[in-house]
């Protein structure tokens, strides 16, 4: 049964004509208009009628004649059983009075309330715009004794705190004379957000009229003390709905926390476990549903906020989930310690049944002329120290691979002549090829150290390689769409901890760290490149953790940028390369770093831009051009095995 018909009443006029609607608030309480009251204890035949009405409608006293009412749909035949009522709180007609024309009567007997008649939930809205929302309500207007639904949408405030709402069907009722005192049913809120109080006479073509909302019904006696009322679906949606856009993953992630392991279905059809399109659905859905002691929107406040928490982001929204929480919920500091346990507890399973993430290592060294290859595999990226040698194998033996400076390999001494790689890439090919029968899984990341000179020169970038040669074009896929790909400097595996340039890589690495809950856009240091004095003072302070290239890498200028790189210690730097000189640098690569939620998942972003350009295959795709040097100082081979020259 229809929410309104537990709680909409009939208020009648002496005999069986009918002043108005009202609505059951309390077990003993019915809100109404005034106006209907007065309608009801005045008859229309006195001869001074229009005048003692006027009267009633603004005297201070409140009337002391009993009321009859009834619940029209919880009782057989026409007219159910009538209650009898008094008036327990009067506010007047007032015309410079925001809480005026509202009664409220008190059953005399409330113990014979039918059954089934439940008061209902009225919603605090207070400023909040609801202009847009469409809205139900059950009334009696002329030749509808029986009851008759209007529907509209509600629009904006006007005079006297009152909102005007408008009906939106061709067919059907519309809020007119018979309306007044029902309650104002809000779709989306899924509760009681004002009453009727007025239909605009003038024009009834327009279907126009007005409600009281709820804040100034509850100033009204003790009505805000035995009221059911509840303003959390509202204040939820308003302090969320200038992040949910900008904030999605962050929402999405506190959602599906949120959720019960099995699916639970909706009325809709639709499973709870399928993202909700609007914030107003997705609160609407948690709602009401529980898992263990906490509702799922409490859950989901809940894990928001500890989330929010932990990235160290968005104090103001913090501050007003907390606020929320205070508010709804008796000893919310159970429920955060819970859903604290509860994150640990996913974290230790997810750690135990994740899948590794094994990692390819190339070392391109220089010597004398040439340059020598070394490669190691590393079982588990995420599991993995270079002080401990356990989980990493060498691919090649020392000094075995020689290579030029064009990726050409010159000297392989211990592979046998069918199996000779004749490049870098199909040597990794073979390593690539190798990883399953090792791991288990398919290699996740490869990392190339190259010279600074030769990143981006002569040799073809890994990321834009095929991992298998044998296959027709249309099909190959790439490193860089199987892979997170990045470059790194092969100087670095060179030198002494205790390095200067090691020690500003180590620096520049741990304040990047700290920075977990920035967003990437304000993390990286955008800059073009005049000379490379200039380009190097601007990289080099302490602060400046990441760079991003505002203009595209010119092959003149390379050399001298992955220098000025080096030797200022930045870990991570993004550009595009030489080929894409054609296309617009800067908004592109500041668009690539507000699309990613945080810096650590920035190669995981590049590898989807690489996969878009391969799926859509256009070689102007940004996906085409992208480098990425990513130098973590704690992803090297083992300490023991870094027998550099």
């Known amino acids: 049964m229809d929410a309104l018909e537990l709680v909409v009443v009939r208020i009648f006029k002496s ?10 608030v309390s077990p003993q309480y019915i809100l109404t208009c005034a106006h209907v009251v007065a309608y009801s204890v005045f008859s229309s035949q006195r001869s001074n009628y229009k ?8 005297q201070e006293e409140k009337p002391t004649q009993i009321i009859e009412i009834d619940f029209p749909t919880l009782a057989e035949g026409k007219i159910g059983r009538k209650l009898k009522t008094k008036v327990a709180f009067w506010q007047p007609l007032k015309d410079n009075e925001n809480v005026q024309d509202i009664a409220v009567l008190k059953l005399i007997n409330p113990d014979l309330l039918p059954e089934r008649a439940q008061p209902i939930k009225l919603i605090s809205i207070g400023n909040e715009n609801l202009e847009g929302h469409t809205f139900k309500a059950l009334g009696f207007p002329k030749n509808q004794k029986g009851g008759e639904y209007a529907h509209g949408v509600l629009q904006g405030r006007v005079g006297q705190g009152r909102i005007q709402v408008e009906g939106t069907r061709e067919t059907g009722g519309q809020l007119e004379e018979g309306f007044s005192g029902t309650p104002i049913w809000d779709e989306g809120l899924e509760g009681v957000v004002g009453m009727a109080v007025a239909a605009d006479k003038e024009r009834p073509e327009a279907k126009v009229a007005f409600m009281t909302p709820t804040d100034l019904l509850l100033k009204v006696g003790d009505l805000a003390e035995v009221c059911k009322v509840d303003g959390r679906l509202q204040k939820a949606i308003a302090i969320l709905q200038d992040y949910f856009q900008d904030y999605r993953d962050e929402i999405r992630y506190a959602y599906y926390q949120s959720l019960p392991e099995n699916s639970i279905p909706l009325s809709s059809g639709k499973s709870l476990h399928k993202f909700p399109e609007s914030l107003p659905e997705m609160i609407r859905n948690l709602d009401n549903r529980r898992k263990e002691d906490y ?12 989330h929010l928490q932990d990235r160290d982001c968005l104090p103001e929204l913090r501050h007003k989930l907390e606020e929320w929480l205070k508010r709804h919920l008796q000893n919310y500091q159970y429920l955060i310690a819970a859903l604290r346990k ?17 990692c390819i290592l190339v070392g391109v060294i220089e010597k004398s002329s040439s340059f020598f290859v070394k490669a190691w595999l590393i079982e588990d990226a995420r599991n993995y120290t270079p002080k401990n040698s356990q989980g990493c194998h060498s691919l090649i033996d020392e000094e075995d691979v020689l290579m030029n400076e064009k990726g050409i390999l010159i000297n392989q001494k211990t592979i046998s002549e069918d199996k000779k790689p004749k490049n870098l890439t199909e040597l990794l090919q073979s390593f690539f090829t190798d990883v399953p029968s090792r791991c288990q899984c398919k290699a996740k990341k490869i990392s190339i150290f190259l010279p600074y000179r030769l990143i981006d020169r002569d040799i073809k970038p890994v990321d834009q390689c095929p991992v298998n040669e044998n296959v027709p074009d249309d099909f190959k896929t790439l490193f860089g769409t199987e892979c997170e790909v990045s470059v790194r400097f092969s ?10 340039v090691s020690c500003k890589l180590t620096e520049k690495w741990g304040k990047l760290a700290s920075k977990h809950g920035k967003q990437v856009v304000e993390i990286f240091y955008p800059s073009g490149f005049s000379n490379a004095k200039r380009f190097f003072r601007e990289i080099e302070p302490p602060d400046v953790v990441a760079v991003r290239l505002t203009e595209v890498l010119q092959a003149e200028k390379q050399e001298s940028i992955m220098a000025a790189f080096y030797y200022a210690g ?12 054609n296309l617009e640098c800067c908004e592109s690569l500041k668009n690539v770093c507000q699309t990613c939620t945080c810096w650590l998942k920035l190669p995981e972003t590049i590898k989807a831009k690489r996969s878009e350009a391969w799926e859509e295959d256009i070689d102007t795709h940004i996906g085409n051009h992208l480098s990425l040097l990513w130098d973590d100082p704690n992803l090297i081979p083992p ?7």
């Open 15 to 24: 005999g069986e004509d009918i002043a108005g609607s009202g609505f059951l």
């Open 342 to 358: 509860e994150q640990a507890i996913k974290n230790q399973q997810k750690f135990q049944a994740r899948e590794p993430e094994p």
């Open 295 to 306: 509702s799922l929107l409490e859950r989901f406040i809940g894990f928001l906020l500890l």
């Open 570 to 581: 930045i870990p991570v730097a993004l550009w595009m390369r030489p080929e894409a000189e």
């Open 51 to 58: 005048e003692a009405l006027k009267q009633l409608l603004r």
């Open 491 to 500: 100087e670095r595996l060179k030198i002494s901890k205790d390095d200067n």
């Open 639 to 645: 300490v023991q095995q870094l027998r550099m020259p």
